[in-house]
């Protein structure tokens, strides 16, 4: 299985509960800075996410390219929400530690972050991430930690 394509990645995850997918589209609509970058959330899948991203010149750095910031925020949404996507029902999700390189300038129309679970712990999961841009290249790509959290009042 490779994450560097826009190809059903095929996880063979089983979520702990039925109604994973109404929770993840839930916590991303919780998420202001989500709706601030105009992001909106396409797919969700046991064990991995498709977050899009509408270029917007708000959104840009000095050269008019997407701006890293934006990029590593949809990127680290997608990966914890596929994390979540096999979490608990009674736990939530916190990203703890992310690593991004960023491999191309992000031009184009649109976005797409997908986040895909590698390993899913009981207490932390690994998740990698990858962008694409108009024409399925990879602009970044985006290791994550993410902790599993219970017990602790949080949701989603």
Known sequence: MSSRTLEDPSLDFEPQHDGY???VR???DK???MATLGARLLRVEPGWVDVALPFSPQLTQ???FMHAGAVAAVVDTACGLAALSLMPEDAAVLTVEFKINLLAPARGDAFIARGVVKKAGRTLMVTTG???DNDHRVTAALTATIMVIQNRGLTG
């Open 31 to 33: 998420q202001g800075f």
């Open 130 to 132: 990858d962008v694409f």
């Open 21 to 23: 997918a109404s929770r």
């Open 26 to 28: 839930s916590s991303f």
């Open 62 to 64: 000095q050269h008019g």
